[in-house]
Structures are given as C-alpha cells and as structure tokens.
C-alpha cells in the first residue's frame, strides 16, 4: 500500500531531501506532498545574493535530479502548513484542505531575527531571505542613497555588499567588537574590518541599534546608536542572526531546544516517531545548525532510516568561505580555540591585509580549527585535514600565503574534500581513474562534489592534476593552444598570415575552428582588409560576405546606426534600398534596421547605395563591437544627467569595426533609470552625478546576466581608457567565443583581478593596452567601402561564377503580413541528384 | 563524359569555394591550397540551402574537408561524405572535375 510523506518546506534541505527520497525510493512505497510557503519552488539560498547582482531565478536553480515530472510528488507552493494536528495524523493548510500523512518531515528553515527596537517594522526595512526580499529591497533601492545594515555576520556583510552594489552608500553596525564574531577571532576581525573599509563600506563595531527613526514621509530616515550616533538610513537590512522556524512543532505540543529548533535525536527524528526535522528548524541533541552541509547531512540521514536504513547524523564542524567584496574570509572548526591545551599559531601582515590562525591540539600536532582572512587560498585542504594530523611544520603550511603551501596530495584519501555533499578525496579520484575523467566539470558530475558552495573546486583541479590529468586546453586538431596563446605567438612573432603560422606553430591545414580565430587575431594585430587575399578564406561565410546568413542562404544587410540616433534623410535612404530590393524590414534590439533577404549578388548593389548615402558597415556579422545603445539623453529626457547620445556614439565610433573573440555589446544611460538597458551588455555606461560608472561582463541571450560595477565617478576620459583598457585586455586574453561574462567568471580572481589589471594596472600594461586601441582607432576604414572600390573583392559577390546573371534557383520566398519570409523548406527544390562516386577526377 | 568548362585557373583562390551552374547541377568548386580541384554539391543536405561553396576549407587528419556555412558539418571534398560522427548518412554528390591548361571543367556522366 502506497504511503503518505509530507514535507513541510520547500528550501534547500526540503529540496534535498525529496530528490534524494525519490532517488532511492524505486518501488514508489511512498506519495510525496511537499507544502512550500514560498512562491518559486527550492533555490540556492546560499547563492542568494547573486540574485542582485542579475543573475534571475533560473540562475539559482538547485539540480532537481529526476524531480520534474516525477508523478509521486506532489509540489504545493505558495501553501503554508498551518497547524499539525498528531492525533489524526493531519496537517492543516492555509488552502483550507486538510493533509493526511503517515510521516511527516518538518524542514521549515529559519527566519532572520529582527530585534525589537522601536522603528523596526517602519516601511523602508527589511530582511535578507528570500528572493521576494531581495526583489523589495531592490524596489525600494531606486529612491535611496543610504542603507544600513543591522548585524555584521556572515549575511549581514552579504547584505551589504549587495547594497554597495545597488549603489546604496552602506554602513554596517556590530554590536561585537569585531566583524563576524562567529565565525572569526579577534584578530581576523580586525584586519576583515579594515579590508571592508578600505573598499568603501563604513562599519560601526561595538554599537548596538537603538532605533530606527521615521522622516517626515513615514518611511526610516535614519538608524540612531545606543551611543546617541545617528547614521542616515534611507533603506535597513536586519541581518542580526536566525531564529529556527519551530512555531509549527511547538503548537503540537513537541519538545523544542533550549534555544530553539525542533528537538530531534540522531536519528533527526522528534518524539513523536511520525515526525522528523531537518535543516535549520532543527536541534539535533539540542544543537542547531545555520549551514547548508549539515541541513543536507540530516535530510539523507532520514531519507536512509524512512527506507529501512540505519544512518546518523554525526553532527558536524561548522565551516564558512565567503567572498566579499574581493575579501576572503574562512573559518572552520574550531576557530575560536575553546579546546582545552588548545595552541593558535598566527600569522599577520598588516601590509597585506591578511591573517591566519591554526588551532592546533595541545602536542601542537594535530589540527583543530582555524581562520583564513585576505587570502582564504589553503581553505580547501586545511579544512580537509581537520582533525588529522598535519602534514608539514605550521609555518611551511602557513607561508607561502596564497596557497601554494600545501598541495592536494598532502590531503590522505578518507579525507573529505567536499563537504557538502561528504566526498572524500578517495571518492573523487576513483572516479577521476575508473570513469576517465578529464576536467572539472566531469569530477562535478560523476561526484557531485563542488555542486554545494563551490569552495572545494579549487581543490577538485588539484585532483585532477594529481592523476596526471592536463587538461585539454587545444584550439583544434591543428593547434595545441588557446587563443589567447596564439595571440600572443602572433603578436610576439609579427606572422602576418595564417599559413606561415600553421607551418610554424601549427600542424596540418587549418579548419572551420582555428581559421576564423586566427583571422580575428589577424585582424587586430596585423591590420588590412579581412577580405584581402591572404585571409579572406579563413573567415566564417557572415564575415566572408560582410553579411549575417539567413536559414534559405539568403544575407541580412545592417547598417551601422550610431548611438541609434539617425536622420530623416537616412531613414529614407534604408526605407528606399529596402523597397528597391525586396527586403523585410525588422527594427532590431540593439536600435537599428536589418534588412532581410539579399542574395549574394545583390549585396554590393545595396551596399553602393548605402555608402554612397554617408552609412558605413554596422559589423552585425562579425565577432566585433556591434551597437552601443543609448537612452534619449539629457537633450530631451527630462530626467537626464548626462549625455547619454553622445557617449554612446563617440564610444561606437571609436570600437566600431574592432575584431573580438565574441560579438561585443555595449549601452549607455543618462541616468540611474538605466533605459539603455546598459547592464544586460558587454560594457554598460550610466551617468550618475558626479560622472560615469562603468559595468562590465553583462549579457542577455540563454544565460543572462546583469554587467557589474567596475568603476564608479569616471569623467569622459578616465571612462574612456578604462573601456580601452577593457577591451584590448579581453582581446588578448580571452577564449575563443567567450563572451566577457564567461571571461570574467573563469578568470582566476574574478571581477577583482579584472579591476586590479584595469583599473590599478596592477600587470603594468595598461598604457600598452591603449597603445593598443589607438592603433585601432587609427586604422579603421569602413570594410563595405573598401569592398566596392576593390573589382576582385566585388566579383566574389556572384551567384554562379559561370553564370553571374542567373539567380540561384533554390532560392524562394513567400508573403506574410505584407513583406517576404523565406519560402517553405519542406520540399526541398528539386534538383537533379548525381549518384555518389568514390573519387572524384582530379586534374 | 561530357566536359564543360566553368572559369578560368586564375579566377579560382586556394582555399576559396565557388558556386558554378553546370546543366542545372549546383555545384561548389574548391582548389585547395596544394593545388588540387574538387567539386561536389552546392546545397547543404540539413539546410537545403545552397551554400556549401561559401564554407571554410581545411582538413581533419589530413583529409581534405568544407564546413558547412549552416551548421558547421564538416564533409570531405574527396569522397562528399559527411566526416560528422553525429551525421555520417549525410553526403554531397562529387563531380569530376581536372585542369585543362588555363581552364577548369566540370565532367558529367
Ligand atoms: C544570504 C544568505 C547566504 C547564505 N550563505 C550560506 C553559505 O555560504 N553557506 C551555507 O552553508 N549556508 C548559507 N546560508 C544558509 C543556508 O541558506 C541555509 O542553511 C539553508 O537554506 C537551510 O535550508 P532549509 O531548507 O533548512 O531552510 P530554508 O532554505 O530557509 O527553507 C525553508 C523553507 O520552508 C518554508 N516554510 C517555513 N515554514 C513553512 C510552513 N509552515 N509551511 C510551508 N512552508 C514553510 C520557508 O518559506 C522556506 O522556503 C545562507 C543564507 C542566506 C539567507
Ligand atoms: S564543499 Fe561545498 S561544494 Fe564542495
């Protein structure tokens, strides 16, 4: 007989619970019906804060495992589970309907403490949650200038950044004497306090909040002290710890931890054998937990024993990584040395802004705990020998900082690697061995391990490396290197032409995928036209014919419309050219006209016409600079604050025509409203008042992604050389296709090694790199152009080159809503069909 | 075999496809780097659009081969089979096709 399994809950541990219950539950003994309160079904809570900076909801997906589709579960969300009522066995919903079960898993979570003082509740403060908080603090960012956060743990400094990044001026208030006091000593305290300030967040330890006062308007004007400070606060974030969300048990008469959460055994479950706790909601022999990996310990620990099986949850060492704002933080074990005899062996440097401490046992051999601030590098293998012996002297696991210390071999193999999903370093090298495995995202895959917070990644390559694996990094058949190696063989060797550089660097004779990068190389490093004779043949059939390809064969002719500003006259001339050719006309995103429909043959009659009107090639075919969109700018938005037309035309204008791995989108707003939509592009421009910010690494298409704050306050020029800067530095070191999110995000070190390299010229190579652009800037010709006055380079434009006059009969189209369409592919054009030799004749 | 001339040794690039119309036959003609001729279909079997002279040229482990403009199936310029793992029902017609002098002509049965 089918039973009946209620879940309560639908976050994280709920989530992992039921795909895990579903996984092993192959007979399908039980019915699952899981009561979610929240709208959106289980997210990556943990990664919640990279909702703001764009990432959407589909972003912070958790893997559903066979989950979707699944007829046993029944997924009620937006529905809270009211009361319980035992004696019947019986769950009461805010439906209205009554739901039956014969176990009952409480994975209700926790909910943020909000201390009472008076003004809490004002409109104007929030918590930091969930997805809707995060959507209702972003709503209420658009008026505000100050924010403050209450609390300055692990979330409240995530709460803050994210303010920072919504462009809030931030200040975080501690009532401990240092920042994250739970998880970090004194000492690491200090040194993350003045890393956070140095980046422009002002923190108040030793303060509590006294009250949050209204303004006139009735929403927080600002927060004042206990200390009688008032700091202005147009928008508050509490952030002041969790409370474990027990109220469900509590009214069912179960028994509650001393500090709260549903008092379980080992087993997770509550007195009441029907009923069980997992995550946050619950204290396991009194103990709760505010992590993830442990919440995911108790859910397959009951999922075993729900199934017959005999498991325990163990308990667990807390263990913390974060990055913020480019600090690293890291705490595990026990950080705070509460064990008795126990020795700290600390390392600081003030200079550099890092502090290490390992808490060893009392014969100063074995590991117990430690706190990693402004360089969290030995994190993964640190925490892989908690509890062991260590491997070498402190001081030679200690320094270098940065890491190279110890190396993944150091770690013995029952060891766990990855935490979150208990991996050990066995687990993952078996696998590495047994299924052939070749890169990291194999090892995920296979093991699951690195699919949690993601800290133990780094660790998963040093794995790899161990079992010899190098990772295959090749181009293609015909090069061992990356692009961004044959940029530099190219630039370093002056090789014009891609055949000298196959013979020397190369093998074979090039293909479909090393040909059009090297002639994107090419392009930039060595100039000329890219239809001259030398590289005409490498280039894709889009920028073989300076025109996008269509489904029937047929090209796409965009105009290059800077800014998307344009004159009557012009409008004209494109409405005109369109009639005279037949082409459809579509208004494009990127605010220009593309007209669709033009035969080889026809691409330079159009084209003369084009150029002959003023218009230039607007590279929509090339993995280049395409638009730089703009607002209406301060000439006629009423809102305006700087001119955001004329930006973004001198920006088009200086990139246009620029060769890149990717195609390069750009925007520029005239103010915060952002009707440039600028942060869904490449590089994204918004005037604020005292300049430009620049955001970078922003993209729309299958996974978007909002751009993020590279510099802020930029006056025309220094906007200018930061975006060179950029640019050429993409150029040169990007993968091939890699669009700037995907380089940004695989590049060690992220946004902060992009700034650094930027903006602080950290590498030193910042003048070379608009050197760089000005030499672009300075050779730019107008491809079309160059085409037309060229009789070779035209006569490549033919249908049949023994037959110009005949046009290419597979070629038809159809009406729709007034203008052509590419005619059914269905029937294909009858053809005569010679049978298939084996050999050609060769002459 | 009837041979029918379609453009002059010159007028052909190395590594440069070009579409010629021979009885009706769409045909792409490639001179590959090393001086040799192929010719085989014009029309891409996936798209049915006739496009394969505008592909790049290169190799796969020597053998000579055209990319698809559409969707990137590489073929063989010798025997016109679709070199694809994913697509090896896939092939283009081949042509004769030699070198007469200054001259390039297209053989059909
Ligand atoms: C910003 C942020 C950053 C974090 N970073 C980390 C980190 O780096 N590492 C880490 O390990 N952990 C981190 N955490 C903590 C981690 O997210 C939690 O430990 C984890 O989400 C706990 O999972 P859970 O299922 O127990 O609770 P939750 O994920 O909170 O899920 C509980 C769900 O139950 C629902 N619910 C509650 N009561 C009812 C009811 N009566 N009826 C129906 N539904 C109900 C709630 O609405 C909620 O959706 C972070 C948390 C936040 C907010
Ligand atoms: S430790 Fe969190 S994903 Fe591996």
Redesign the interface.
Known sequence: MTRTLVVVGHGMVGHRFVTAFRARDHERRWRVIVLGEERHPAYDRVGLSSYLDGRGLADLRLDDGELAGDTAVDLRLGVVAESIDRATRTVWTSAGTPVRYDALVLATGSRPFVPPVPGHDLPGCFAYRTVDDLDRIRAASGEARDGVVVGGGLLGLEAANALRLLGLRTQVVEMADWLMPLQVDEGGGHTLGRLVERLGLVVHTGSGTGAVEAGQDGRTRAVRLTDGTEVPADLVVFSAGIRARDELARAAGLPVGERGGVLVDETCRTEDPRVWAVGECAAVAGRTYGLVAPGYAMAETVVDRLLGGSATFGGAEPATKLKLLGVDVASFGDAHSTTPGALDVVHANAASGTYTKLVLSDDARTLLGGVLVGDAGAYPTLRALLGRPLPASPEEVLAPVGGGGLSADAVPDDATVCSCHNVSKGDVTAAITEHGLTDVAGVKRCTLAGTGCGSCVPMLGGLLAGCGVEPDRALC??FRHTRAELYEIVRATGITTF?ELVRTHGA?????V???VVASILAGLAGGHVLS?DQ??????ND??LAN?Q???TYSVVPRIPGGEITPEKLITIGEVARDFGLYTKITGGQRIDLFGARVEQLPLIWRRLVDAGFESGHAYGKALRTVKSCVGTDWCRYGVGDSVAMAIRLELRYRGLRAPHKIKAGVSGCARECAEARSKDFGVIATEKGWNLYVGGNGGFTPRHAELLAADLDDRALIALVDRFLMFYIRTADRLQRTAAWIGAMEGGLEHLRAVVVDDSLGIAEELEAAMERHVGEYADEWAGVLADPEKVA?F??????PD?P????RFTTERGQIRPGA?DG??P????????????? | MRWRE??RWE?L????G?????????IA?FR??DG??????N?DPV?????MS?????????E??V?S??H?Q?FSL????CLDVTHPEL?L???????QGDV?EI???
């Not at chain 1, 033919?798 to 037959?803: L, Q, W």
């Not at chain 2, 070009?18 to 769409?26: E, F, I, K, N, Q």
């Not at chain 2, 798209?47 to 496009?51: D, Q």
């Not at chain 2, 010798?78 to 089979?81: A, F, H, L, V």
Request: proline share 10%; with cysteine; net charge positive.
């Open positions: 058949e015909h055949s074979g004779r090039g293909c479909d090393c040909k059009p004779e005409a043949g490498l280039q894709d059939t073989r014919f390809i489904r029937n064969g490549r033919v249908s049949f080159v023994n037959s005949v290419d009969p597979t070629i592919t294909p054009v053809l005569p069909l010679p049978v298939i030799r084996p050999e050609a004749v060769r002459a | 379609v453009c007028a690039r190395p590594e440069l070009a579409p010629v119309l021979v009885d009706g036959h769409l003609l590959t780097e040799e001729l192929y010719a085989l279909g029309v798209s049915s659009a006739s496009v505008r592909g790049i040229v290169g190799d796969r482990a020597g000579p081969v990319a403009p559409m990137k590489v010798r025997s016109g089979r092939a017609p081949t042509y004769a096709v030699r070198r390039v053989g059909l049965p």
